[in-house]
């Protein structure tokens, strides 16, 4: 296997797509393509929902078809119909759309093609080119040969006739699963294991979520898949690179079969990215065994779970577009998945107040009963979004990480008798006492106000030392429930061989905090966002000043209940 290597946003990826090279000499004056449409396709398969890795994908597929200015179908690979369902499919469509990818009228199914993969195959045996095999599965992992050491089959020079009997009698159902299966007659002694005879269809008496009990013969995704290519007339089926020794197969089915086009099959490198997890049959465990709330668990690599945790359609498809292209396998930091989403918030997200950790703060020589608004900028970024008045009194909720009554060394927020802090967009204050509970712990907090500084800034000019620090009107504020995620593994490869990738789960990957303060006018929106939000889109998105990025839950967010979950933190730990 290649050489792992670690991508950074350095690189330029327009260097590296190699797929746009060979398209080009494709179609150009003299290539295989020359005056034909660029053609590609997305083939997913419908046993689980789309995550990012499969994002790569399909942004190579669509967008190449887009650079050239060409076509890209959508085909569902349910050829197995183990696990496959139209729940899937759904999700499937609503996700790529959401990243702005359409297919227009070429929406498939490759169980469609079912009567022609099986025209085909009974054309490869009249062709002395498939024959029907009746090696157990152990027998055939026994008759498999090793390097240098050609496989065998005492099936192989069967009569065409045999076979061909054989073959229809297996479609219709007489044979048991796994007593036979159809094979390529290819070259046994290859040292490419895949054209070692591969087998192309095998028995499988279980109901197709699509096709009912109609078939219990199926083809296997090494021979349907470029025939389906060919059919749709796909110039280049652009897969991942652990297709590449499957290559002279694929090339091998169009070559042999009766077909109207010859595609060209190209690979890429996969997506991997640290401290997750790609693989749908571990992530299945994950929804499965109830470790995470479901697929769209907003720490699950899902684009549904990355939406419900607030990554943007933009932000993702920025992402794929500057890792690039590669020939060898990827590992990304996941840091810079967070740096592409905390670019795209920073510049949209609007500027509210909100207090996770609330604990109370008394202005004491603030006038009793009166009550004013201060004037607070939306997104200092865009002066288009404008300002809101936002609430004040002599009531507070602040965070309690910004009162010690103990200060550490350089310490610079509240603490009795120490220096005057800024409330955001208000007024300075100094701390001039505090109360506890019968346990020593902090219940409220006490303080003076400057009148004449309204706005943040001394009337005297004099120099403010300690910090701003963001607060809630106490008579005002609207309880909300927050979720702070983390990454799901605390190991930063759970999917190496030799882990057991349960155990590398991270147990503190969510926090749930139920008792925070927001703005009247935030839970004014999320009443808004709950009554009207369709599903298969970001919920509006936020930063909560000194927090973070967070977006309403477009899940559990009810009237009068409203949950934010946070997106990304405000601090960029991916090195540039």
């Known amino acids: 296997m290649a050489d792992e290597i670690k991508t950074t946003a350095a690189e330029a990826p327009e260097s590296r797509n190699f797929i746009h090279t060979f398209i080009e000499e494709d179609i150009a004056q003299g290539g295989q393509f020359e005056g034909m449409t660029v053609h590609t396709r997305f083939p997913p398969e419908p046993n689980g929902y789309l995550h990012i890795g499969h994002c790569k994908a399909l942004t190579i597929d669509f967008g190449t078809a887009e650079k050239f200015g060409g076509l890209c179908n959508l085909r569902m690979d349910d050829t197995n119909p183990t696990k496959e369902d139209e729940e899937f499919v759904e999700a499937i469509k609503e996700d790529i759309h959401w990243l702005g990818f359409d297919w227009?009228?070429?929406?498939?199914?490759?169980?469609?093609?079912?009567?022609?993969?099986?025209?085909?195959?009974?054309?490869l045996i009249k062709k002395g080119l498939a024959y029907v095999c009746q090696l157990s599965p152990e027998e055939f992992r026994a008759h498999r040969g090793d390097i240098g050491v050609p496989a065998t089959s005492p099936y192989r020079d069967r009569p065409v006739e045999e076979s061909l009997d054989l073959f229809a009698r297996m479609r219709a159902g007489e044979f048991p699963n796994g007593s036979m299966t159809l094979r390529a007659k290819i070259d046994l002694a290859s040292g490419n294991f895949n054209m070692r005879d591969p087998v192309i269809y095998r028995i499988n008496h279980m109901h197709h979520h699509r096709q009912g009990d109609k078939w219990c013969i199926y083809p296997m995704y090494d021979f349907a898949h470029p025939i389906q290519d060919a059919l749709e007339g796909i110039t280049h089926s652009l897969c991942s690179l652990e297709f590449e020794a499957h290559r002279p197969l694929y090339n091998w089915v169009i070559e042999h079969c009766d077909l109207p086009a010859h595609p060209r099959q190209i690979e890429f490198a996969r997506l991997g990215i640290d401290h997750t997890v790609m693989s749908k049959r571990k992530l299945r465990k994950l929804v499965e065994e109830g470790r995470v709330s479901g697929w769209d668990d907003p720490r699950m690599p899902t684009l549904c779970g990355l939406?419900?945790?607030?990554?943007?359609?933009?932000?993702?498809?920025?992402?794929?577009?500057?890792?690039?292209?590669?020939?060898?396998?990827?590992?990304?930091?996941?840091?810079?998945?967070?740096?592409c989403l905390r670019e795209d918030l920073n510049e949209t997200a609007q500027r509210v107040m909100a207090v996770l950790r609330p604990i109370k703060l008394t202005i004491t020589n603030y006038p009793a009963g009166k009550t004013e608004t201060v004037t607070v900028e939306n997104n200092p970024l865009d002066p288009s979004a404008g300002t809101r008045e936002v609430p004040f009194s002599g009531s507070l909720w602040i965070e309690a990480d910004d009162f010690m009554a103990e200060p550490i060394p350089k310490y610079k927020r509240l603490t009795p008798n120490g220096p005057e802090c800024r409330l955001k967009g208000a007024y300075l204050i100094k701390c001039v006492g505090y109360e506890t509970d019968e346990n020593g712990n902090v219940t409220e907090i006490a303080a003076e106000y400057d009148p004449d500084s309204r706005g943040g800034d001394p009337a005297d000019g004099r120099k403010v030392k300690g910090a701003t620090i963001h607060w809630v009107d106490?008579?005002?504020?609207?309880?909300?429930?927050?979720?702070?995620?983390?990454?799901?593994?605390?190991?930063?490869?759970?999917?190496?061989?030799?882990?057991?990738?349960?155990?590398?789960?991270?147990?503190?990957?969510?926090?749930?905090?139920?008792?925070?303060?927001?703005?009247?006018?935030?839970?004014?929106a999320a009443d808004r966002y709950a009554e009207n939000h369709e599903g298969g889109k970001t919920a509006p998105a936020y930063q909560f000043m000194r927090l973070g990025y967070f977006c309403l839950d477009n899940k559990d967010t009810k009237t009068g209940h409203p949950v934010f979950n946070r997106s990304v933190s405000l601090k960029d730990s991916f090195k540039k």
């Open 474 to 524: 106490a008579a005002t504020a609207v309880d909300a429930e927050v979720r702070l995620y983390d990454n799901l593994f605390t190991d930063a490869n759970p999917d190496a061989a030799d882990k057991d990738f349960i155990e590398c789960l991270n147990p503190g990957s969510l926090e749930v905090l139920t008792d925070c303060k927001v703005e009247a006018g935030l839970a004014a």
């Open 104 to 123: 227009g009228d070429r929406f498939f199914y490759g169980s469609d093609y079912f009567e022609e993969d099986y025209r085909q195959a009974v054309g």
């Open 307 to 339: 939406r419900r945790r607030g990554y943007t359609a933009r932000s993702i498809r920025n992402f794929c577009d500057r890792i690039g292209v590669a020939k060898s396998a990827n590992v990304v930091e996941y840091g810079f998945l967070e740096h």
